[in-house]
């Protein structure tokens, strides 16, 4: 297999970090040269105008094409003076990147109102569900070479076997996923939510192992992830508070133990927490999903009243 030598990751990550620290004044002038020197001319060799770019890389594409206007980019040598204008241009966008920020955080709280409709629906059905947790990723030796075509590509093939329903994903009654990039896992990656009918599935640890080695094939031995249903991160959430209560939200959860539905209900909704917003895409391709979830209300789900046209 072959790697694309774009670190298409990385450069978007740290170009919309460093534009909005421009808009913060969390940033000197020093520090404003030595990162466009490091990431001015890859983005322009490797810039796609067939790709969406996120408003703050917007806002530094078009504010150094404008300084450096018919120049080669190669030739371009950061001084005082040109930093200073790219800093006023990025400044006059200041509003367009808020716009922005309000848009996605709209988007995240109607996501998160229909997510917990959906996660309540299909946990209130089953007298017990099955809940997995675990979080895709990319190893980090190879997570910044993994382009967005890549990503989407791979993605496609996990939400495939999703819906076939077959091997490891038999028996599921419910999904969510969630994109985004950066954060503490540094490129792109995927928050996954599965719900089994818990009569019918159980060993939710090594359910959650052969999940991640599904993920690993499908990117060719790239993947990686963590397991929100390992032991280790169970207990940390089985500390009880001093109401005698404690956050575990994945596992087993019973329809007739309220805490453990508010639990699951709580560790679903992590999918579209709103104090991320380091963490949504700054790339992506026209028309990419970002996050989505089963239907509740199907034919094949029992115990619903019938679908009628």
Known sequence: MSYSPINQSY?????????RDILSSSVTCNDIRNQLNELYLPLMENYDTDLCYSEPIQAFVSGTDAIVGNSYPCNMIWNRDNIQRLIESILCCRQDVIGADNV???????????LETYARNVLNHYSKSLVIRVDLMYTQEHRDLVTIHMFNNHMKKLRELISNKKSCFKYLQGYAWALEQGGKYGGFHCHLLLIYDGARREGDCALAIEISKKWKAITEGLGAYYNCNSNKHKKKHQVKDEFGNDRLGVGMIHRNNLRQIENAVYSALYLTKLDKKDQQLKVWLPNMR???HGTYRTKKRRGLPPITN
């Open 11 to 19: 450069l978007t990550n740290h170009i919309d970090k460093l534009v």
């Open 290 to 292: 970002t996050f989505g």
């Open 104 to 114: 996605w955080q709209i988007q995240e709280r109607k996501n998160r109102i229909k």
